[in-house]
């Protein structure tokens, strides 16, 4: 199994408080993504990294950022967290970013009462 | 945007039965993803092709590019095989334009 590691894996805030999740790996892959999953719909891309400092936005960003100073470590921060962002995100990793396989973490459930 | 549908959308099978879950898509793509997601789990990818047929076990995955559409079979389903398959087709040459499919959740009863 590839390793990838999320934290934390459950979590219960407020609206309006500040939420930053970890996705971690030991595999020295250089792209790294954020997924959120939601009932009634596919794995929906947050944001993306092809390398220390370099990311980009996905198709659901608004309200997210991200940071990834490390190959390593990335973050996924939410600023001020709204109901709306309850889900399930999950981190994955690719060696190559053309048609290279995912590998998935255990993912994070959220929920912003 | 590439739509992807799967289908079924809910597939309940007698252990040892064969199984299909169908994928379409709606325009080209330069490979596709088949993964499995157990209730409450990760994602674990099952395959990834561009063309023909592959094999792993009792999965096999095959995709016909002419007719945008893949099949992912179980051959001597077990309990263990209860899970959510997903199909994501990559239509951009790169990982970050995936789309994914709804999923099929899979029931097989002992």
């Known amino acids: 199994d590839a390793g990838i590691t999320q934290s934390p894996r459950h979590k219960v805030t407020e609206t309006g408080t500040p939420v930053t999740l970890r996705c971690h790996q030991t595999?020295?892959?250089?792209?790294m993504y954020w997924y959120r999953q939601d009932p009634g719909h596919g794995l929906r891309l947050i944001h993306y990294s092809y390398g220390v400092k370099d990311t980009d936005k996905g198709e659901v960003s608004d309200g997210y950022s991200v940071s990834r100073s490390k190959t390593e470590d990335f973050l996924l921060t939410l600023e001020s967290a709204t109901s709306s962002q309850t889900s399930v995100y999950f981190c994955?990793?690719?060696?190559?970013?053309?048609?290279?396989?995912?590998?998935f973490g255990e993912g994070s459930r959220l929920t912003v009462l | 945007k590439n739509e992807v549908e799967q289908s079924p959308q809910n597939l309940t099978a007698q252990e040892g039965e064969f199984i299909t879950i169908n994928c379409s898509y709606s325009v080209g793509i330069s490979a596709l993803h088949w993964l499995q997601q157990h209730p409450g789990g990760g994602i674990v990818s099952l395959f990834m092709?561009?063309?023909g047929k592959k094999k792993h076990g009792r999965l096999i995955a095959t995709i016909n590019i002419q007719e945008k559409h893949s099949s992912l079979h179980i051959t001597a389903s077990h309990p263990r095989d209860s899970a959510v398959y997903i199909c994501a087709v990559n239509s951009g040459g790169s990982n970050y334009k995936l789309t994914f499919g709804k999923g099929t959740l899979l029931t097989v009863n002992p």
């Open positions: 994955a990793i690719s060696e190559g970013t053309g048609t290279g396989e995912l590998f």
């Open positions: 092709l561009s063309s």
């Open positions: 595999e020295n892959h250089r792209y």
